[in-house]
Every structure is written in C-alpha cells, then in structure tokens.
C-alpha cells in the first residue's frame, strides 16, 4: 500500500518595499504551476522522494523573483523570499528552527 502524502509549510514573503504591486506568486510543484498568495500556505508533496520546489513572479511581461529548492523527504517547511526590484532573483531556504512546524 503506498504511503500517503505528507504536507508542507511555505511561507511566501513580499519586500515592504518593492517596486511593483499588485504581483503573487506562482508556485511550480511537480512542473504544474499553482497561483498563490503572500503568507503562510500548505502543500501536498510526495512522502518518499525530493521534490523540487520552484517559485516566480510574473507582471504581464516577463518572470522574474524565480528561485527553485529540492525539497527533500525530512524538509517540513520553506521560506521563499521575494526581490525588492523586478529583474533580480527570489530566495528560498528551509524556515528556522523557531518558525518550523511541530510535531
């Protein structure tokens, strides 16, 4: 019997100042793009193997804030981290230890 998905925590955050608005993220899981918003969000992901997690920005004209994480099968929660200008890259890194959820 396979085993069943497990959930993870990504929170998404956006630069208190940033020259653009009115952007939300995408979140790409298993090469289908999902459109999110800023905060604290959950996702299914598969329990046994590494998934790779990817992140953009879009505004009509080009893509940009992109980062990607191989998220792998003991990870429980991500932090993506938004640029402050629309032509640099995003950052995702796993969340600290005070932020991670609990068992």
Known sequence: MPESPRRIELTMHKPWFALYAGIRPTLVLAGRGQPTQWGLGTWQVPTDETVTVGVFLFNRLWRFGQAEYALAPDDTA????????????????PASPSRAPRA
Do not use: H, S
Request: no cysteine; charged share 25%.
């Open 78 to 93: 991500l932090e993506y981290r938004a640029p402050a200008l629309p032509f640099l890259p995003g950052r995702i890194d």
